[in-house]
Every structure is written in C-alpha cells, then in structure tokens.
C-alpha cells in the first residue's frame, strides 16, 4: 500500500511561471492520505526562494518538506569540510556562503547565464590541479515559461569530456538523495512512489533504486519517452494521481 509520495516539482506542479490545471486541488487531495515530500533537481535558485514561489502560486507546502539537489550538494561539502569552486547564478552561490577551506571540488548547478567560458575553463582548470567533480544534476533540459532550455547536463558532460573526470551526482538520480527523503517520512521503500516528468533522472533513476514510478504527461515529457523506459504507472498530469492511488488502494 502506498504511503507517501516523492513528487517532482517542475513539470509536475508548475511549467515556467504557470501552475498545471488541477494541480493545487490534487496536492489538497493527497495530503489527506499520504506523507509526501518534493524532490527537486532545480539548483537555479535556492530552495528558499523555490519555497516562496510554490506558496505564492497557491500550494500548501511546508519548506522542510523540500530536498533539492542545493540542499544534497551543500549536505556533502559539509561532510566532507570542504569548499568548492562553484558554477551557479549568483543567488545560487549565495547559498553557499558559509563554506569555508581550502577548494576540493568543482561544483556544477543550472547557472544559466553564468555558464560563461570564463567560468566553466576556471572550473577545469581545478579539475586538472587535482579537485574532485560533483553536480546537482546532469539533466539535459526542463520545461520553461516559453519552452524547453538548457539545463546543467550538457555543460557537466563538457567538463567531463575535457577532464576525463565523471561528476558525482548529488540530486535525482542518486539513491542517496531518494533515500534520504524517504527516511524523513517514516517510510520503507515499497511503501512509496515517485511522480514526475523526466524520464530518466525521475523514472529510470527512482527504478534503479527500486521505487514505483509515475510519469506524468506535463513538463518536459515527450511521447518519445515511453521508449527509453517503463514507468509503473502513466497519468495526464498530477490531477490523476488522487484517483489512480485510491484504486491501488
């Protein structure tokens, strides 16, 4: 019986500034029945400020209810005391601020315009002098106000190429990442599914850790998708969920 959700944010309550049809009264419905918290791989801006935009747009959410790829890559320079050369908007370093040391790694986020050569050569050359390689995620694109855009993957898979080094991933699709959401709710993993609209970091990556999943047909999601993997269950939008738990129930 399921439990509680791992629901994915962008694509999945939002696309750009414009909140999915249904989503805000399906969230209500489900909060009835289940624990859940929201898994997000967005590192363009910290989870406060991803906080306040979720609140503004209507969702009852809690901000300890939000693990996002920030929060697990900040987690990790701290346990291993360490500081990092970091590429990310400026809002996004702000959050890392408090790190103090000597540089160890080479940090990669959604940097948006900050992904200038400038940046991205610096971040190499560290590469070369011997610092480790961590990203929040590797993912290839998300669904914008005004369509898809670049997200960090292609600029990881640059360094990675020109390094010869691979970035550890510290957001979906680590199981790490996915297993620390679910401890903080109590729950064992077959009591849970993931919901989302990436078909490898939220699908393939939450099976590869031995999860039900759910696509959902909003975001970035492409008929093209259901080639690449098998989701447990296939739903419209997040508006389905409510009814699809209540007949596994």
């Known amino acids: 019986m399921i439990k509680g959700i791992l629901l994915d944010i962008g694509g999945v309550l939002y696309e750009g500034d414009k909140v999915i049809d249904g989503a805000i009264k399906a969230l209500d419905k489900l909060r009835k029945k289940y624990k859940i918290r ?4 967005t590192s363009r801006i910290p989870p406060a400020k991803l ?7 209507g969702f009852d959410i809690k901000e300890n209810e939000i693990f996002t790829a920030l929060n697990a890559a900040k987690l990790f320079l701290e346990n291993e005391n360490a500081n990092a050369y970091i590429i990310a908007t400026d809002e ?33 050359r560290y590469l070369e002098n011997g610092a480790g390689f961590i990203a929040t995620n590797k993912n290839r694109y998300f669904k914008d106000s005004d369509g898809l855009s670049l997200d960090a993957g292609g600029f990881v898979k ?67 998708d259901l080639l690449k993997a098998k989701p447990d269950f296939v739903i419209n939008s997040i508006a389905d969920l409510p009814k699809l738990l209540e007949n596994l129930s």
Do not use: H
């Not at 929201?38 to 791989?41: A, K, P, T």
């Not at 906080?51 to 747009?57: A, Q």
């Not at 103090?100 to 610096?122: H, R, S």
């Open 38 to 41: 929201f898994l997000s791989n």
């Open 51 to 57: 906080y306040e935009k979720l609140k503004e747009m």
């Open 92 to 124: 996004a370093k702000e959050y890392f601020k408090d790190l103090k040391g000597e540089i160890k790694y080479v940090l990669v986020c959604d940097a948006y315009k900050n992904f200038t050569y400038d940046n991205l050569n610096q971040g190499f």
């Open 158 to 224: 640059c360094l990675e190429f020109a390094s010869g080094k691979d970035a550890k991933i510290l957001g979906k699709p680590n199981c790490e990442f996915f297993n620390f959401a679910i401890k903080d709710m109590g729950l064992d993993k077959n009591e849970v599914i993931m919901v989302g609209d990436d078909i490898i970091s939220d699908i393939l990556g939450a099976k590869s850790c031995f999860l039900k999943t759910c696509l959902v047909k909003t975001g970035k999601f492409k008929e093209s």
